[in-house]
């Protein structure tokens, strides 16, 4: 290999390393900056163009991500996450029916909006929900995270990953519902039953009466108009008409009021999070100009021989490694070689996915949970999330591996 090719290669190892690690030994730099840092380094060298760059950056993934979070906001800003959850805690009658309710809830929010924003809006609500009750917040708040990366798996946007997936693969998004709602459905099942037979000291409680102790302000006009937008966007989702257009429809729809400011919208965007993903795209697209991404392939194409599971078997180790996004970009390429395609799609997109509930660094949702739950004085070591974390990770996966 020429210089330039050892060099990309080395640039993004380093990149991918620190991403997975969170930080560069000696630098403050978080995960957005060493994958800015990198993209630009590949630049420098030569590796790719300005014009290489700009066409390796998958823009209907960004307007999806950046459509989602608009949407998310004004569904925050109007109320609607209190409103679920005040529906939840009234209809349990004991911890059992509780932690189930909030599955489901955390479940299915996750499978039509971004997991890392479910996780963000209910985590205090659950934490303050449980104070009040007198209960431990610990099985509650590891069913809604477990909960948020499983239910995320059905739908093309309820993960990152899966957004480039659908991206990359052009499934319909009717399409991956049938095929992942079903695994999805039943993991949500294993997910309850874990965490029910770990606690069992805490699910054997006594019976209550869940007072209305949620008070969130609801914006009423706020809280319409999104329902009907994001029922219209439903619906052409179920249509065909392409996920991002339809995403950026409802959200210009949404930014079309005379009621709320757009600066309380634009604060709620994760801009460092669209920043990270236009980086990555850059930073791996390096890998095809120099012709490693095929090289890398040759290495990797036994999986395509061997079968889908060991391929989904790969594709867990590698996401618990490097982190679930970075490891579905390096992967995707090998997706064509398999003779069933779309199965090969749905294995890398449910793996990916699923890998995030096997230890607490395994998703960005699950770190979202931790970090609120230890500002409420409540700590969740490593080992509190493995135990329910690593038989959910792997009942689910064998469940959804004999589905696919």
Same mark, same amino acid.
């Given at each position: 290999?020429?210089?330039?090719?050892?060099?990309?290669?080395?640039?993004?190892?380093?990149?991918? %390393? @620190?991403?997975?690690?969170?930080?560069?030994?000696?630098?403050?730099? !978080?995960?957005? &900056? /060493?994958?800015?840092? &990198?993209?630009? =380094?590949?630049?420098?060298? %030569?590796?790719?163009?300005?014009?290489?760059?700009?066409?390796?950056? !998958?823009?209907?993934?960004?307007?999806?991500?950046?459509?989602?979070?608009? /949407?998310?906001?004004?569904?925050?800003?109007? @109320?609607?996450? @209190?409103?679920?959850?005040?529906?939840?805690v009234r209809t349990a009658r004991g911890p059992r029916t509780l932690l189930a309710l909030i599955i489901l809830a955390s479940g299915v929010l996750s499978a039509l909006f971004l997991n890392d924003t479910i996780v963000l809006m209910l985590t205090p609500i659950i934490l303050d929900t449980t104070r009040a009750l007198k209960r431990s917040p610990l099985p509650y708040l590891l069913g809604l995270a477990t909960a948020a990366n499983v239910g995320s798996m059905a739908t093309i946007t309820g993960n990152p990953q899966n957004i480039i997936i659908g991206g990359l693969s052009h499934i319909r998004y009717v399409e991956f519902v049938q095929h992942l709602g079903l695994p999805a459905l039943l993991s949500l099942g294993i997910c309850w039953l874990v965490i029910v037979l770990v606690y069992r000291e805490e699910m054997r409680g006594p019976a209550f009466r869940v007072p209305d102790m949620v008070r969130t302000?609801?914006?009423?006009?706020?809280? $319409? *108009?999104?329902? =009907?937008?994001?029922?219209?966007? #439903?619906? #052409?989702?179920?249509?065909?008409?392409?996920?991002? #257009?339809?995403?950026?429809?409802?959200?210009?729809?949404?930014?079309?009021? $005379?009621?709320?400011?757009? !600066? $309380?919208?634009? *604060?709620?965007? !994760?801009?460092?999070? #669209?920043l990270f993903f236009a980086a990555l795209f850059v930073v791996t697209h390096a890998l095809e100009t120099q012709q490693l991404s095929e090289r890398l392939f040759e290495i990797l194409a036994p999986l395509a021989q061997a079968g889908l599971i060991p391929f989904g078997l790969v594709t867990v180790v590698l996401s618990n490694l490097i982190s679930n996004v970075p490891a579905v970009l390096l992967l995707q390429g090998l997706v064509?070689?398999?003779?069933?395609?779309? $199965?090969?799609?749905?294995?890398?997109?449910?793996?990916?996915?699923?890998?995030?509930?096997?230890?607490?660094?395994?998703?960005?949702?699950?770190?979202?949970?931790?970090?609120?739950? &230890?500002?409420? @004085?409540?700590r969740i070591t490593f080992f509190d999330y493995v135990r329910v974390g690593m038989p959910v990770t792997i009942l689910s996966l064998m469940v959804t591996m004999l589905l696919i």
């Open positions: 290999m020429e210089w330039r090719e050892w060099a990309t290669l080395l640039i993004v190892a380093v990149t991918i %390393g @620190g991403i997975a690690v969170g930080r560069w030994p000696w630098l403050r730099a !978080d995960r957005t &900056g /060493i994958t800015l840092i &990198g993209a630009t =380094l590949l630049l420098g060298i %030569g590796a790719l163009s300005l014009e290489e760059a700009y066409a390796g950056v !998958d823009i209907g993934t960004i307007i999806l991500l950046f459509s989602m979070m608009v /949407i998310n906001s004004n569904l925050y800003l109007a @109320g609607f996450f @209190g409103v679920v959850t005040r529906h939840v302000a609801t914006l009423r006009p706020l809280l $319409r *108009k999104s329902m =009907l937008v994001i029922s219209a966007m #439903l619906l #052409l989702f179920l249509l065909g008409v392409p996920i991002p #257009l339809a995403a950026l429809l409802a959200a210009a729809t949404l930014m079309t009021t $005379r009621r709320l400011r757009p !600066d $309380r919208v634009w *604060k709620s965007i !994760d801009w460092t999070l #669209l064509p070689a398999f003779a069933e395609t779309q $199965r090969a799609w749905f294995m890398l997109a449910a793996t990916a996915t699923l890998a995030g509930n096997l230890t607490l660094l395994g998703s960005v949702a699950n770190l979202i949970m931790a970090e609120l739950a &230890g500002r409420w @004085g409540v």
